[in-house]
Structures are given as structure tokens and as C-alpha cells.
């Protein structure tokens, strides 16, 4: 079993020195920012956001993903922000470091226009010390490529009419590695509906992602919001993955949690996908000013 997950590491390894790996979230619209610079500071106040992802889960040394966020704005226009992430998987982990920063235009309280960049410092490391000896003979295990800092940059776009979410966005804008554009592409739709006196909120989404080499995906989520206060969602993702989630919030923090689920005849092997995220939404603005696109109705699962 431990040379089989050897394999699958320095498989995955090659995989990521050749083409960087873009992290996939679970719980992305709940925060826009992970899958868009252009939604820094999208929430006005400064917001953080804490996620752990403990993908196939029973498998030992199956892949996790733990991330950190934290945006807000610096004017009633520009926003700042800060991602850092880590992959693990086997002997390979993946550090990233993003920093953000974003411009808004307000046309009115309820249609904006955001443009957003972002740059990207990756460091790929190889720890050999759980390995033994007999295994340590493989001489990929030593390639340069598997230690080494790589950067690269983020670009996207946010629209915003009453109800209507597009983001348009490229985490991978630029691979000075592979020295490539557009290698991976999200294009992500949403409209909120209320009803029962604003109390109630549908929110169907569908996020398009294409990444070069890779099949084309897609997910449809169907999101119910009660109050501010609680949420759940179901997902189906084209790659025969469903996705239930939920979530509380009480004051200035909340909690969600996810489950996903592989329909595919190996999923037996595997109690499926868990992700948890802690947020934490600040009454307090660096900004002293209400944001050009602030609407008062709309809202997210967390405010």
C-alpha cells in the first residue's frame, strides 16, 4: 500500500511541475475571493475565512487543502487581500501565497463593475522522511523540480446588477513555469431571489471551469438562505460529484461544512470529501467610507 501511494505522489508531483495546480473549493461562493481577485473586499468590512479540505477521505496520505483569507477595503473603491493555501498529498506538499488587490466602479447602489489581479508565489517541497530506505532508490525522487519557487498572477472580473453575480476570472492568467496563458479559466453565474418579506433567499449558481489538459467541468448549485442566519445547499458537478452543504451564523462568525460524494463505481473505496470553513466578518472597515456598490438588500450566507 505505501508503494502505491508513493507512485500516486511522485504522479501527482509531475503533474504539478508540469502544470500548476489550481486548489478547488468546495465552499467557493461563500467566498468569491477564493476563485476571483476581482471579489476582494466584495463584503465592505475586513472578512477572514479559515478552510480545511480532507480530500478522499480513507485513503491514507489522501490529498488535503488547508487555506486562509482575509479582505477588505482601503477605500470606498479599492480593496486589498491576502490568500495563502497548502496542498499535501503523500510526500508532496504545494505552499501558495496570493496577494490581491482589487478596483470597483459603483454605476449605482445595485450595478457595479470590479476588475482584480493577483500575485502568486508557490513553493513545491519533497519530504522523504516517512520513505524507507529501499524506497528512497528512485531517482525522480531527487529531481530539482520537486523543490523549488515558482510564481505566477491572477486576473478577473466581477459584475454586479441588482440580483446578477458574473465573475470571470484566470488563477492561472500567466505560468512563468510553463510560460503559458489562460491555463485555467472560471466563469461563475449566480442570481438571488427573495421572498417571505426578504427573509428567504434561492440563490441558483453554476460555475464553468476549463484548465488546459484537463476535462472541461462544470457545477450547478442550488443555495437556500434563511435570515442571515442559516444555509444549506446542494451541488452537482458534471464529473458525477454531489455536494451537500450547510452552515450557521451568529453575529460576526459562522460555520459551514460540506460533504461531497463521488457517484463514480470507485467511490466504494472511499467515505467521500469533507471541507470545513470558520469565517469571521469585522463591524469594522479600514475604509471609512460605504463602498460605491454597497446594496443593502443583497447579501451573502455570512452577513
Known sequence: MKKIILLISIIFCFLVTEAQVVPKYNLYNQNLFLINPAATGVNGGVTAFLGYKDQWSGFKDAPQNTYFSVDG?????????????????????????????AYRIGFSSTHALAFGVSVNFLQNKLNTESLYSEELTDPSL???????????NSAGIEYRLKGLSVELSTPLLYSYQEQKLFQTSFLYLAYDFYFGGDIWRLQPST????????????DFNFLFDWNRIAWGQVTYRTNKEVLFAAGVFIKYIGIGYAYEMNMKPVSFASSGSHEIVIFFNSPFSISKKEPLYFDSKRRSSWN
Do not use: W
Open 142 to 152: 531527487f529531481s530539482n523540480k520537486f523543490d523549488e519557487t515558482l510564481f505566477s
Open 73 to 101: 477595503l482601503i477605500t470606498n473603491s479599492m480593496g486589498l487581500g491576502i490568500l495563502v493555501h497548502q496542498q499535501k498529498m503523500g510526500i508532496f506538499k504545494m505552499s501558495n501565497i496570493g496577494l490581491n488587490y
Open 207 to 218: 460555475l464553468l471551469r476549463y484548465t488546459r489538459s484537463s476535462p472541461f467541468q462544470a
